[in-house]
């Protein structure tokens, strides 16, 4: 579709007219030649001699070349422009952060996959992790991981290819055998100091104690409260182990109340992806979606008129002032 950005430029369409209707000419004074014989001529030619200017007056041809090019150039100024058929884009209202529990208690084989064989916890969550970020389009992701000490493994992105294929490449340990878990809550409401967006969740998956951390979860927790931060915690250890692999489902719960999150406990593959059929329910996808159309300027194609315009009749002139004109005594003598 065409449009004009400056259509009120139209208004000066009239505007050479007004300028030769109703301001006066430019005078230009002209030597004259007195001779004793004028009576002479004024009567021999018939004419009869009148004080004041003489206007000059353009040809039609003139007169239209002029006019068009008045009108290209209005219409270059007024900014003409095609408008594209319309673009849609969905802008993320959501970050999501998940928080990966990579201790060494995560090696434990106490999951069954889909087919009867026994993994550990961290390949059964990976296979269902991986499952629930593909539904994520829309909202951007986050992961950290944790052990010893929390690391960002990827900040948030809408690139849930990319996201995927990272969690795939975590092992169990390689962020220490401990669990930091409020470290790690520490380090995801820093990351979620540059979202500009209204809906932030964290979703942390752990099967240990909080052994290695400096600030203690619950305080973590009511810090991300403060921040506008859901917590939502799932619990896939064993709630019967001593130790390091104590499951401390108080800590868990705690964190998840103080947040208005939810608290899950999985003991088996299937618990867990049930856990996750939930959280998709409660997080549903949320997108903004904005369109626009794209604009093309076209003001240069009237102004390569006016301007072809304008050298072609200038070019006409020229040619027919050069065949008009009277031949030199050498050209007379050459034919």
Not at 162 to 167: A, S
Not at 272 to 295: H, Q
């Amino acid at each position: 579709m065409l449009t004009f950005a400056y259509p009120w430029l139209a208004l000066l369409l009239p505007l050479p007219w007004l300028v030769d209707r109703f301001v006066p000419p430019h005078a230009q004074p002209r030597a004259g030649i007195r001779v004793p014989f004028f009576g002479t001529l004024v009567s021999l030619t018939g004419q009869v001699p009148e004080s004041g200017t003489i206007t000059a007056r353009r040809g039609a041809g003139r007169m239209v070349i002029l006019i068009l090019c008045w009108v290209l150039s209005l219409a270059a100024l007024m900014r003409p422009q095609w408008i594209e058929p319309p673009l849609h884009r969905d802008l993320p209202t959501r970050d999501m952060l998940l928080l990966v529990d990579l201790s060494a208690s995560m090696d434990t084989k106490d999951f069954v996959n889909a087919q009867g064989q026994t993994i550990d916890r961290l390949t059964a969550l990976k296979a269902v992790l991986d499952d629930f970020v593909a539904r994520r389009q829309g909202d951007r992701i986050g992961v950290v991981v944790f052990g010893d000490a929390p690391f960002t493994l990827v900040p948030f992105t809408t690139d849930l290819t990319l996201t995927r294929q990272l969690v795939q490449d975590t092992a169990v340990g390689m962020a220490g055998p401990r669990t930091a878990f409020g470290d790690a809550i520490g380090l995801g409401i820093s990351l979620f100091d540059s979202s500009t967006v209204k809906t932030k969740t964290m979703i942390a998956l752990t099967d240990g104690n909080d052994t290695a951390s400096k600030v203690p979860p619950g305080e973590a927790a009511g810090i991300a409260k403060d921040r506008g931060i859901v917590i939502h915690t799932i619990a896939i250890g064993d709630p019967t182990a001593a130790g390091e692999e104590k499951l401390d489902e108080a800590a868990l719960r705690d964190v998840a109340e103080r947040t208005g999150g939810g608290f899950y406990r999985a003991l088996d593959r299937e618990q867990l992806e049930g856990i996750y059929r939930r959280l998709d329910e409660i997080e549903t996808r949320r997108i903004e979606t904005i369109s626009y159309r794209p604009k093309r300027d076209l003001y240069w194609m009237p102004l390569a008129a006016a301007l072809l315009l304008g050298m072609g009749a200038a070019a006409v002139i020229l040619l027919r002032g050069r065949r008009s004109a009277p031949a030199s005594p050498r050209q007379e003598a050459l034919s």
